[in-house]
């Protein structure tokens, strides 16, 4: 229903899915006030009988409503409007992919590579014996020319797999942060923390030692869920930032 009274209805000839439709209807009659918090959403039935939908279309719009955080689901007691939660926000590294892959030239520039043999914490992170090889990789990225971030990195060294090789490849901003396509990469765990940058850092990112910087460790592992990489992203304070978007205008 809009704000004059009029009910919206799912528009059969277009290329959005009914169930795509449905959030939509939702999420603008949150965004303006119809539904408040605490609000019941409709039952099944009477989303079915209201836009001439079916039950599972109305289930996958309510599922997408739960996971964009709006509505709340309760088995046996119904579907009810969130209110404003700001400890839920949920901070994504897409919008800082987007800002730095877009818009401005980024380039890669491999500073080393090289082989080394791992001491406590490279094999405590990659589950390997002290001593044995690994690749260390070091990157400056650079946007319009201006170093923004310094990646460090080692990977488990076995010359049967490719994945050294496609690691070694990467030239672009996005190819850094996707992995290569992430092949061979099952899952990774990422960390981000607050930090002041050693000399070394500072010097090869042009900016005073201590200067404040996140810091983005990584590691990824196989398919076999044994760590085959770790490493960071050391990035400068002034070029990162993240928004996080609650409640349901994020959606109109």
Not at 73 to 92: C, M, S
Not at 118 to 143: F, H, N, W
Not at 151 to 166: C, G, I, K, N, Q
Request: hydrophobic content about 40%; glycine content about 8%; proline content about 4%.
């Amino acid at each position: 229903m809009n704000a004059d009274g009029k009910t919206k209805t799912i528009d059969r000839g277009s290329y959005e899915p009914a169930y795509m439709q449905l959030v939509r209807i939702v999420s603008e009659q949150i965004a303006t006030g119809i539904l408040h918090p605490g609000d019941q959403l409709p039952a099944e039935g009477q989303f079915c009988t209201r836009y001439s939908v079916s039950p599972m279309t109305v289930r996958r719009a309510i599922n997408i409503l739960v996971e964009r955080r709006l509505v709340s689901a309760t088995q046996g007691k119904g579907t009810f409007v969130k209110p404003l939660d700001i400890g839920e926000a949920v901070f994504r590294l897409q919008e800082l992919k987007d800002h730095w892959t877009h818009g401005s030239h980024t380039n890669v520039r491999l500073l080393e590579a090289r082989i080394v043999f791992a001491d406590e914490c490279i094999a405590s992170k990659l589950a390997i014996s002290p001593g044995e090889r690994t690749i260390y990789m070091r990157r400056l990225v650079l946007q319009e020319d201006l170093p923004t971030m310094y990646h460090r990195e080692y990977l488990v060294y076995d010359p049967t797999l490719p994945l050294v090789e496609a690691q070694l490849q990467i030239t672009s901003l996005e190819g850094l942060l996707q992995g290569q396509n992430s092949e061979g990469f099952r899952r990774g765990h990422l960390t981000i923390e607050a930090v002041n940058l050693k000399e070394e850092e500072a010097g090869v990112l042009k900016v005073p030692t201590g200067s404040a910087a996140f810091y983005l460790e990584h590691i990824f592992y196989d398919f076999h869920n044994h760590p085959v990489s770790w490493g960071g992203l050391m990035c400068r304070a002034d070029h990162f930032k993240l928004t996080a978007y609650i409640g349901a205008d994020a959606d109109l």
